[in-house]
């Protein structure tokens, strides 16, 4: 089964540092997605993206964060300048087109730790 | 806007417990809704899915949710739950109006003791 692909699993940052989280979307999927979930609270939505461009963010999704698609396959978040509340799981997702119904796949997600 | 509420935060049950975990939303148009599972230190899985037609839907191990559309609810069930299940649940909504943005609920975390 296709599956959304993310690397690192787990990155250790100083405060400060920018960072670059990757993800493979599936395939044929066009809606690409960042959620974020800080340990022990809810999944929360960032940013989603169609057509090489942001289609929604949320208010977590500051001037500090990016996305970018640099090539067919690859889909990234760019935190600038990380903070100590940036530590979290990031999830990358992949959905098809909300003509089938927008379910979003997850992959595996990304541990960051800002120290 | 919508929002997703889960009742319960925290859920402790027997092995072959019957299990129910509500889920209400806030949205007044047309909606797709979703439980999604989380096992211990790994990621989001779908469980089920409801976009239209037969409002009972079943999922993957034995998993079964009911959208009550007069009551905003899509609560999940399963007739007998397993050690296994022990996992953080999440409800989800996504409206086609809202631009398709799905919404989670908090999450409720579900212990199963062997």
């Known amino acids: 089964e296709p599956e959304v692909t993310q690397t690192p699993s787990h990155q250790v940052t100083q405060m400060g540092q920018e960072v670059i989280l990757r993800c493979v979307p599936i395939?044929?999927?066009?809606?690409f997605y960042w959620y974020r979930q800080i340990l022990g609270q809810k999944v929360e939505f960032l940013v989603s993206?169609?057509?090489?461009?942001?289609?929604?963010k949320s208010e977590i999704f500051d001037d500090q964060f990016s996305v970018e698609r640099p090539d067919g396959s690859n889909f990234t978040l760019k935190i600038r300048s990380t903070k100590l509340e940036d530590s979290a799981m990031y999830f990358c997702?992949?959905?098809?087109?909300?003509?089938?119904?927008?379910?979003?796949?997850f992959g595996e997600g990304s541990w960051l730790t800002v120290v | 806007a919508q929002s997703v509420s889960q009742h319960n935060h925290h859920v402790i049950l027997s092995e072959a417990a019957s299990l129910e975990l509500g889920c209400n939303y806030s949205?007044?148009?047309?909606?797709?809704l979703f439980w999604y599972v989380q096992y211990p230190g790994q990621h989001l899985q779908l469980l089920l899915k409801?976009?239209?037609?037969?409002?009972l839907v079943k999922g993957i191990k034995g998993f079964e949710a009911e959208f009550i559309k007069s009551k905003f609810s899509f609560n999940l069930r399963k007739p007998s739950v397993q050690w296994s299940d022990t996992a953080e649940y999440f409800c989800?909504?996504?409206?086609?109006?809202?631009?398709?943005?799905?919404?989670f609920g908090a999450g409720t975390r579900l212990f199963v003791k062997a």
């Open positions: 997702a992949s959905s098809e087109p909300p003509v089938s119904g927008n379910t979003i796949y």
């Open positions: 395939s044929n999927h066009l809606y």
């Open positions: 993206f169609y057509n090489n461009e942001i289609s929604e």
């Open positions: 949205y007044g148009g047309t909606v797709n």
């Open positions: 409801y976009f239209s037609g037969d409002p």
């Open positions: 989800a909504v996504n409206a086609r109006a809202g631009g398709f943005k799905t919404i």
